[in-house]
């Protein structure tokens, strides 16, 4: 009679198994929304859009992106952790969805158990631009400028609890600097201050100041990088100055909780076999750094930067207003 309760147990699991593998062989079978929690342009969009179109050349199926913004990236979230876990709707949001909900008294989800990780997509090296008009060169003639005018300068942050924001709260705790912090409703008006002379400096995603550094509007004088960025070799490391300083944004995928392990394990073997085709190519040229991996990798740097970051908010007292 056992033996044939264990026979009939192992059947059942190969069935389901079995299942599970052709449910994922035929997913997708209709297009997927995917879900950026803030408006077009920016680096997170212009990157979740070129991976959207490489997972529908790829799936024969269409990855639409629809921008959710509001909230700091809450409201979009949320609309995701709220669908149902089939794998036609998911998230792909920046480490502001990790940081962000660290400085807000409530949120409507919890970021591990209403999501599940599926792809490091890739990170992103920041850059400290500054006012072109400012005696500012290098990262030591901004610390220098820092220290000689003690309270007078002021750095943007295009929201709150961002990675941009987190690198200027470890920039000003590391170099022991004073300075103010100015949040922002995104990074295009953080630019035009910056750019207009309202704002002194600002730290965010390479890609985004950019353009603005090579026509002169600004100077990026220093990236948080470990190494210093390809499109940029000129331009130091701010590690060079003050010996391990590094920071960066990071980009990932993520489906509601519960996810099915098959749709999971599909949809991260698309995304880095999409960052082995030519997007690998687009997103270095935009100083992005690759990061294939499995979901388990994903997890572990999910749990390790969260627990980073929560330190660096508790010690800044970053907090929503």
Known sequence: MQRKT???????????????AAFAQAYPSKPVRVVIPFP??????????????????????????????????????????????????????????TTAPMTMKSVPYG?????TPVALVAKAPLSVAINKNLPVTDIKSLLAYAKANPGKMNFAVGSVGSAGHLATEML????????????????APAFQDLIGGQIDGFV??????LQYHKSGMLRVV??????????????????????????????????PAR????????????????????????LQEQGLLLTPGSVKDFEKFQHDDMVRSQKIVTEGNIRVE
């Open 222 to 255: 220093a990236v948080t990088s470990a190494n210093r960025a390809p499109n940029l070799p000129d331009v130091p490391t701010v590690g060079e100055t003050i010996p391990g300083y590094e920071a960066y944004s990071w980009y990932g995928l993520w489906g």
């Open 204 to 209: 965010d995603p390479i890609l985004g100041s």
């Open 259 to 282: 996810l099915p392990a098959e749709i999971t394990a599909r949809l991260n073997a698309e995304v880095n076999k999409a960052l082995a085709t030519d997007m690998k190519d687009k």
């Open 172 to 187: 000003k705790r590391a170099g022991n600097l004073d300075y103010l912090i100015v949040s922002y409703k995104g990074t």
């Open 111 to 115: 970021v591990v158990k209403d999501f």
């Open 40 to 97: 077009p342009g920016g680096t997170l969009d212009t990157v979740g859009r070129q991976l959207a179109q490489k997972l529908g050349e790829q799936t024969g199926q269409s990855f639409v992106i629809e921008n959710k913004p509001g909230g700091n990236g809450i409201i979009g979230a949320d609309i995701v952790a709220k669908s149902p876990a089939d794998g036609y709707t998911l998230l792909f949001n920046a480490s502001t969805f």
């Open 6 to 20: 264990f026979v009939r147990a192992a059947a059942a699991a190969l069935a389901l198994a079995a299942a599970g």
